[in-house]
Every structure is written in C-alpha cells, then in structure tokens.
C-alpha cells in the first residue's frame, strides 16, 4: 500500500482511532502495537464497530474482502501519513518543547491564536511519537494555524518529531532537569531538545527565542530568531506583579491572568509573542489570556474549607520543582504547607536530586513539609517541620488525624505520584 493511497483512504473517512474501545464510524483503524498489546488482534472487533479500514502489519490479519490495509510496520505507515497529510496542507505550524511548561505554553499560545485564526492544537499532552502524527492528522483544509508539542525522554526524538511535522517555527520553553535517565545529563536535555533548532535551521524556518533565558540565547545562535523579553527584544514584555496571579504589561495594555507562579511569565510571554508576530490585535491577544483557566492540575490555584492550595501536581522535576518553592517562599501567606511527591525518571540522579531539595528545604523555613514516595523517603533532613512518608497511605492516616486548616498549600509532584489525591483530604 502506497501513502497516496492510505492518504485517499484516509481523506474519505472520519478520522483516525487506535483504540477498539474509542471506534468510530467510518474511521481507520492503526493496529499498533506494544510491549504488552497488539492491535492487529482486535482487527475483527473494529470492522465489526464500524470501522472503515483496518491498517495491519500482520498477513494474517488481512482480508481479501477489502476491510483491511496490509503495511510492513503499521505505527510508520501512521507516521508517514500524518507526515504526508501535513505537506499536503501547506499551512503554518509551529512546534514547541522543552523541559517545563510545554502543554501550558501549548494551551496559551493556541487560546491567543484562536481569537483570529481558525487553529488546530495538540490535545492535551499527545506529544509523543504517537500523539504527534495524531495530532497533524486533527488538522484539515480549514486549519490556518497548527500548533504540535513535542515531547521526549531520549536524543533523537525531537528530531524524529520534527521531521514528521516539518514546522515552520519552533519554540522551546527551557532547558532542566527533565527525563534524566533518559538524556543521561543536562547537556544530553539541551542538545535533545535543540533538535528542533537544528531542524529549523537546515530548513531556515524561524525560531521564538526568550531573550531572558541564557540557554535559549546560547543555543539560538545562527538562527532566524524571533525574540521576547527584554528592553531590546522584538517583543518587550513587562511583568507587573507575581504575588497572585501574574500581570503583564505588552504595548501599553495590562494584561490579568489566571496563571500563579513566577514561572509562568516566560509561558504567557511567549504567547503573547507569538500572538504579535502573527498580527493578533492586542485586544484579543489580552482577551485570549484572561480568558485561559489552567486545569488538569497545573498552577491551579484551589480553595477548600479555609485552606487555599496551589495544585501543580501535573508533573514535577528538579528545576521545576525548585523553581516552585522558589515562588512559593516569596508568596504571600503566613501558615505555609508543603506536600512534595517523588520526580520520577531520573535514573542515577535519583538519590541526588532528591537529596537537594530536601537539602532546600532544610536552609528554608516552611510551616510543615510533608514528603512522600520511596525516593524521598531514603533522603536525610535535620529539620523538625519535615516529615516523611513512604507512600500515599501512610500521609493520609496523618491527615485524616490531623488537616490542615487555614493553610497556604503547595502540591507539587511527579503525575505517577496522583498527589491530587491529597485534595479529598483537606
């Protein structure tokens, strides 16, 4: 089966499934396969649920009856059918990663965007060599605008991701201690991630480029750069206030978000910068940002009984996490909590990271430290206002004891660890 065919088919049907308990009508089917499944199994259950074909890699799957598409691999003919679709659009996209703040990036950008162009968005975090061909396969010939996250966890990846969606512009939120095990050390995360960058370069595409961030400005060199955040950027953005939700100021316009965290500056900068660059009226780009509420446990700024929370438990590691308690030390608030759950991915840095933030919160003064999971349970600490759990089950007996009440709390951890656990508690 040729792509040009695949792609005929594809163009007649409703959409694309990889999953037998989510079919649609008329939709195609991609049997793939892992580690503890294989879809080619189910390929009599999706005809029978209406599916309108079925792409197999195994010759025993397929029907002479016509149902069913027989590829060598199915996940590359998925692949290079998303890659082929995109080309046929000939529209914009642009492709962002990084080690924090992707999906909120991601989510501001398209909720600015959208005010002017009809857009098409990665959903949720689909971000992976899989979720990436969904997502440009979302896209058809109403799409003015696309917008693909990127994620990874090993070199490589980036650069497989960007060739399938061939971008136009590219944006990375930052360089951290993200996926360890994976990249085997920061200078692995850095060159990981500029593969985006080298992409865009060979193709002379054009790059968004947070001025403030050394490593951006370092890494961008020789690039058709598109820059945010200082004085001599080509977008100035001020922040106005941290201390609730951010404020900024763009060309003259206060801007109120419904983002915490100083950390998200550089999130809802770019944004706007992007915004700009493709001409949204300054009104709208206010208005797409104002409008955006944060949701599936990130900066989410939660009020229950007398207890107010900061809920940022969608994932965590070392430079986000201290990034968070950086921001929350400075945070108004007088009966401080932590609730701090293991980072995962970390490989050999484990131990380590794990022992530098506790050795954080040992020099700084919170109310009470509440740490949880394996990892940080082997840490050592001096401090009195620490206390340490092995497991979920061993915090809640302690707060079902003993709640917190009018309390200032911040929830931060790995989504293995499902911290948001901790709100049934309160």
Same mark, same amino acid.
């Given at each position: 089966?040729?792509?040009?065919?695949?792609?005929? *088919? *594809?163009?007649?049907?409703? #959409?694309?499934?990889?999953?037998?308990?989510?079919? &649609?009508?008329?939709?195609?089917? &991609?049997?793939?396969?892992?580690?503890? &499944?294989?879809g080619n199994l189910f390929t009599q259950e999706a005809i029978e649920k209406g599916a309108f074909k079925v792409v197999v890699d195994q010759a025993a799957f397929h029907k002479n009856t016509g149902e069913t598409v027989l590829v060598d691999d199915?996940?590359? /003919?998925?692949?290079?059918?998303?890659?082929?679709?995109?080309?046929?659009?000939?529209?914009?996209?642009?492709?962002?990663?990084?080690?924090?703040?992707?999906? %909120?990036?991601?989510?501001?950008?398209?909720?600015?965007?959208?005010?002017?162009?009809?857009?098409?968005? %990665?959903?949720?975090?689909?971000?992976?060599?899989?979720?990436?061909?969904?997502?440009?396969?979302?896209?058809?010939?109403?799409?003015?605008?696309?917008i693909v996250e990127m994620g990874a966890n090993h070199l490589g990846e980036i650069k497989l991701l960007s060739?399938?969606?061939?971008?136009? +512009?590219? +944006?990375? %939120?930052?360089?951290?201690?993200?996926?360890?095990?994976?990249?085997?050390?920061?200078? #692995?995360?850095?060159? #990981?991630?500029?593969?985006? +960058?080298? &992409?865009?370069?060979?193709?002379?595409k054009k790059i968004f480029v947070n001025a403030n961030d050394p490593k951006q400005v370092s890494s961008s060199k020789g690039i058709d750069s598109i820059t945010f955040g200082t004085d001599t950027a080509d977008f100035n953005i001020l922040l106005i206030d941290s201390s609730h939700h951010l404020r900024l100021s763009f060309n003259s316009t206060e801007i109120q978000s419904n983002l915490v965290g100083a950390y998200n500056f550089a999130n809802l900068s770019a944004a706007i910068a992007v915004g700009a660059y493709f001409k949204v009226p300054i009104e709208k780009i206010k208005a797409g940002i104002e409008e955006y509420i944060p949701t599936n446990n990130r900066s989410q700024l939660i009020t229950k009984g007398r207890n107010t929370?900061?809920?940022? /438990? +969608?994932?965590?590691?070392?430079?986000?996490?201290?990034? /968070?308690?950086?921001? *929350?030390?400075?945070?108004?608030g007088e009966n401080k909590i932590l609730f701090l759950g293991d980072m995962f991915e970390l490989g050999s840095d484990a131990e380590i990271e794990h022992q530098n933030i506790v050795n954080y919160l040992n020099e700084n003064s919170f109310g009470k430290v509440f740490l949880i999971g394996s990892n940080f349970f082997k840490t050592t600490n001096q401090a009195s206002h620490i206390h340490s759990f092995k497991n979920f089950e061993t915090l809640k007996n302690e707060l079902e004891n003993q709640p917190p009440n009018n309390a200032t709390i911040l929830i931060k951890a790995s989504r293995g660890m499902a911290l948001e656990r901790i709100l049934e508690l309160l």
């Open positions: 089966m040729n792509i040009t065919s695949l792609h005929n *088919f *594809f163009l007649e049907s409703s #959409g694309i499934c990889t999953d037998t308990r989510k079919i &649609f009508k008329n939709c195609i089917f &991609f049997a793939l396969k892992g580690d503890n &499944f294989n199915v996940l590359l /003919a998925l692949q290079q059918l998303a890659q082929f679709h995109r080309t046929s659009l000939k529209l914009p996209i642009i492709s962002l990663t990084g080690s924090n703040g992707k999906t %909120t990036t991601k989510e501001l950008i398209n909720a600015v965007l959208s005010k002017k162009y009809k857009t098409s968005a %990665t959903k949720g975090n689909l971000n992976n060599h899989i979720g990436v061909p969904l997502t440009l396969l979302d896209m058809n010939k109403d799409t003015e605008i696309g060739n399938i969606a061939k971008p136009d +512009y590219g +944006y990375i %939120t930052n360089f951290g201690k993200a996926h360890l095990e994976g990249f085997g050390s920061l200078e #692995g995360v850095v060159k #990981g991630k500029t593969e985006l +960058y080298q &992409f865009l370069k060979a193709q002379k929370i900061l809920m940022d /438990a +969608y994932n965590a590691n070392p430079t986000s996490m201290l990034a /968070a308690l950086e921001n *929350f030390k400075q945070s108004k």
